[in-house]
């Protein structure tokens, strides 16, 4: 079983950028596909981005297709979103998740994922 932690979350100005962090422990971090959803308040959770167990493949959401980058380092057991061009619709609880099941799949669906991390707020003012 792996535990999951997010950072990097925070406050930030339309425009800006920011680098989420989610760093694995407890199992073997190069097994799992690994995914990026977001919630907003009243709102379904969403996904963002995904990125198979050895970084090959990767998918994205069409909100967030070309100005964000999911990325992971496997020697580090952290996966990375950096996203730029921030809106205010941005703003979410940003939830890292990883799935065993099917290791060689940038899975997008909320359901595909056996463990979650326990968020990490980001707020984009206008």
């Known amino acids: 079983q792996v535990q999951l932690v997010e950072s990097g979350g925070g406050l930030v100005q339309a425009g800006d950028s920011l680098r989420l962090s989610c760093e694995a422990s407890?199992?073997?971090?190069?097994?799992?596909?690994m995914g990026w959803f977001r919630q907003a308040p009243g709102q379904e959770r969403e996904f963002v981005a995904a990125?198979?167990?050895?970084?090959?493949?990767?998918n994205y959401a069409d909100s967030v297709k070309g100005r964000a980058a999911i990325t992971r380092d496997n020697a580090k057991n952290t996966m990375y979103l950096e996203m730029n061009s921030l809106a205010p619709q941005d703003t979410a609880v940003y939830y890292c998740?990883?799935?065993?099941?099917?290791?060689?799949?940038?899975?997008?669906?909320?359901?595909?994922?056996?463990?979650w991390g326990q968020g990490t707020q980001v707020t984009v003012s206008s």
């Open positions: 990125i198979t167990d050895n970084g090959d493949l990767t």
């Open positions: 407890g199992s073997t971090f190069s097994s799992y596909s």
């Open positions: 998740a990883a799935n065993r099941r099917w290791p060689t799949l940038p899975v997008r669906v909320v359901g595909g994922y056996e463990y």
